[in-house]
């Protein structure tokens, strides 16, 4: 079942990601595992059989899963201090690189500069371009909306005890009249 508001997204030199956000300041992108174009999720979507199942980075397939978070400040092409992209960061531990024939085995440090140097830009360009606003802006109602509910239940849950102590109190005062 899909969560959150995606899209496949064709970067070039990288092929077909799946994208999706979870806010609109949250953006990951994937490469698409072959057992996952065969589930009921995305068999009969044409896009989802064209997307990447690996990226060739010098030479190797690698399975891809890249986390960005939007930064709000000035500093968005190419701060050294942290590398950010028109407006986006790749977030902490926000790589996970896999080689397509071993999962267990972690990307070279090459590949991962290579993904920050030519996928993460281009994902980032893309993040920051017109066809991204609108899934971002319902992935951001989508968030909004599950911290509402969370709000409003923590809300209730609070009224609850509040009127659990207030009966408290009205026992106690009883007993002491």
């Known amino acids: 079942m899909i ?19 979870t806010s609109a300041d949250s953006l990951h992108a994937a490469t698409l595992h072959p057992r996952d174009k065969q589930s009921a999720d995305y068999r009969d979507k044409p896009d989802a059989q064209h997307a990447a199942e690996s990226t060739r980075i010098h030479g190797v397939d690698y399975r891809l899963l890249l986390h960005l978070r939007r930064v709000r400040d000035e500093h968005s092409d190419g701060d050294a201090a942290e590398a950010t992209w028109c407006g986006w960061a790749i977030a ?8 397509a024939d071993d999962d267990t085995t972690p990307g070279s440090k090459p590949a991962r500069r290579h993904v920050v140097a030519v996928i993460f830009p281009a994902l980032a360009k893309w993040a920051a371009s017109p ?26 849950q609070l ?11 009205d026992q106690l005062r009883d007993k002491l009249q």
Do not use: N, S, Y
């Not at 969560?3 to 956000?21: C, M």
């Open 131 to 156: 066809p991204a606003g609108p899934m971002l802006a319902v992935a951001d109602r989508h968030d909004a909306r599950q911290r509402l509910d969370q709000v409003e239940a923590e809300i209730d």
């Open 92 to 99: 902490t531990d926000g790589i996970v690189l896999r080689r």
């Open 3 to 21: 969560l959150w508001p995606q899209r496949f997204v064709t970067l070039p030199r990288v092929g077909t990601l799946r994208v999706w956000a």
């Open 159 to 169: 009224k609850r005890r509040l009127a659990e102590r207030e009966a408290e109190r």
